[in-house]
C-alpha cells in the first residue's frame, strides 16, 4: 500500500488544534495526495499551492540538528540541474503506527526518480520514502566507492491549502518500546549518535543501507523530530528497463464495451480493441493509461490473458502499471477461528470467447495493479463482459433524486457537500462513452460555474464537467457515488444534469433537483440508488478504518442502497 490515510493522519500533521480539528472531518484536504498532485502535473492543472512555495519565496527553515545546532536548508521542490534517471523502480517495507496500531507495510512499483548533479558527487533522490507520498527531492553526496550519504534532517513536505498546511522532515530514527493502557507499542526518536544514512548505488540498483525494522528507520517527522507514524526501513531502487505490451498497429482499434463490477457495484466502459491473428489487444483497463495495453490469447472457444504484463507509467498514482490476474481462495485462519477470502495474483485469467458474437466474458477477477509482486489495485474487474461497440447518439439517465443528497455550505467545515450516482447507461442499457459524457450543478436556476479560483485543481472556467474527472479534493468518485465540495450559500435547492457528446449530437437529461436546505450532515452518507452500492469500507482487525487496505486482514464492509450492511473478512497479500 502506497498510503495509510486516516482522519487521525491528517490531525497528527495538522499544524494546530483548528486545524486538526478541519482535518478529522475532512481528510483529503491536509495530506499530500499523490493523485492530485500528478495529476495536476499531467494534465497541466494548478494544484492549490505549489509544493515548498514558502522556500520558494526565499524563506529557509531552521531545523533542529541532533547535536544542538541549527542548520538551514530550503526544501527543494523543483528538479535539481543533472543528469535525470527516471526508470528506477522503488519497492521496499515501511512501519507504520496510528494510535498505537503497528502495521508493517510492504511498497511496490513506485516511480523512482534519481538525478546525478554535474559535480558528480552530489546525488538527489525524488519523493524519499514509501510510506508517505511527497514531490520533493532529498540530497546526498557520493563518499568512498558506491556508497552515498544522506545527512539529515532535510525538510521534504510543505503544502498549504485554504490557511492549513502541513510541513514534515526526514530523520533517521532508532525504535523506543511505549506503554500506554496496558499495552506495549513501538515509536521512534531521532538517534542521537547519527544523523546521516547511507545509500549502495551498484550497477543497476540502490539499496538503503539497513536489514531490519529494529535497527533504523527513515521517518517523517516535525521539525523537532517528533515522529508523525510513517517510515521506511528498506529501500531498493532498482532500474525498470520493460518495455509496455502494444499492438503492432494501433490504428487497426475497434471499440468494444466493458461491462465489470468492482466493490459490488456496476460499471459500463468504452474501451480500445485491436485484434491481429489470435492475439487481442485490450487498452485503457488502467483508465489512467489510456494507450497502455494489454494480450491476451484466442484459442478455440477461450482467451487467455498472463500476468506481469506491464501497461506504462501511471502518472496520476506515480507508480508502474501492469495488468494482473487475480485468484480468491477460502483460507482458514486459526486465530479467528473461521475462513477468510485470500486475494492472491494468479498467474493468468481465461475468458470464454464467443467467435460469433465477437464477445469475451469471464466470472474471475483482474486488476489493474501497482507493480507486479504483490497485490495492490488502482482499477478491478469482477466478472468482465466485452462486447463489440457502435458509437450513437443517445440520452442519459436522469440522476435518480433517491441517490442525491446535499450538506449545505458550513462555515464550521467550510464547505458544503453535494452527493449523487450517475449512470453510464441510457435507458435501453446502451453504454455511453464515459469520455464524452458530462455532468452540470444547477444552484436553483442558475447553473454553477467551475472557476479555477475556488476548485484550485480544475484546469479551466466551464460549467460542465467530466464525469471520469476526480480529484480527490473537491471531486471524488467512489464506488458508484459522486460528490462534489460546494462554496455556495442562500440557495434553496440544487440540481444536477448529465449531458451527453456521442454520435455527433448533444442530448441532456432532465435536471434533478432536491432541497438545498437540509442541515444533516449525515444524510450526505446515507444517500444510495437501490439496488447499488451506497459504500465500501475496510477496518483492521482492531476497528481503525483505512483507505486501502495493504498486506493482512482486514474487514470489509459494503452498505447497499437499501439500507443493508454486509461485513466479510478478506486477507490481502
Sequence with gaps: MRHLYTAFAAALIASSAATAQTAATRNVRLTPNKQAIALAKKSNFRPAVKLGSTAASGKRFNVASTTGTTTTAPIIDAQPEGKLHANFYFSGESFVNMMGYEAQLPFDGIWGKIVEAPDNKTIYINNPIGAYYSDAWIKGERTTGDTIEVKLPQQF????????????????????????????YTTFKPDSTSQTVKYVWRNDSIVLVNTTQDSKLLGMCTEAGEWYGYGDYIQQYTVFDQQPVAPKDETK????????????????????VVREGNDIYIAGLNGNIPSGWAKGTISGNKATFSGHQYMGLDTVTASYAFFEPVSHNMVWDSEIGDSIESLTLADAITFDYDADKGTLSTDSTFVANQGYKMFNQVFTYDGATLEPWTEKAATPLAVDASTMSYMPFSEEYGYGLLAFAPSEFDADGYILDANKLYYSIYLDDDVLTIDPDEYKLFPYETTEIPFTYSDMLDFVNYAGMWQVYTFVTGIDRIGVQMIYKGGGEVRKSAITYISATDEDPSAVSNVAQTGKVAGVTYTDLSGRRVSRPGKGLFIQTTRLADGTITTSKRLFK
Aim: charged share 25%; net charge negative; proline share 2%.
Design 157 to 184: 513536505v510543505h503544502e498549504e491549502y485554504d490557511g492549513m498546511s502541513t510541513d514534515a522532515w526526514l530523520y533517521k530514527l532508532v525504535p523506543v518500546k511505549v506503554e500506554q493502557d496496558g499495552e506495549t
Design 253 to 272: 482499434a475497434t471499440q468494444m464495451s466493458i461491462t465489470y463490477y468492482d466493490s459490488g457495484q456496476m460499471y459500463g466502459r468504452v474501451k480500445k
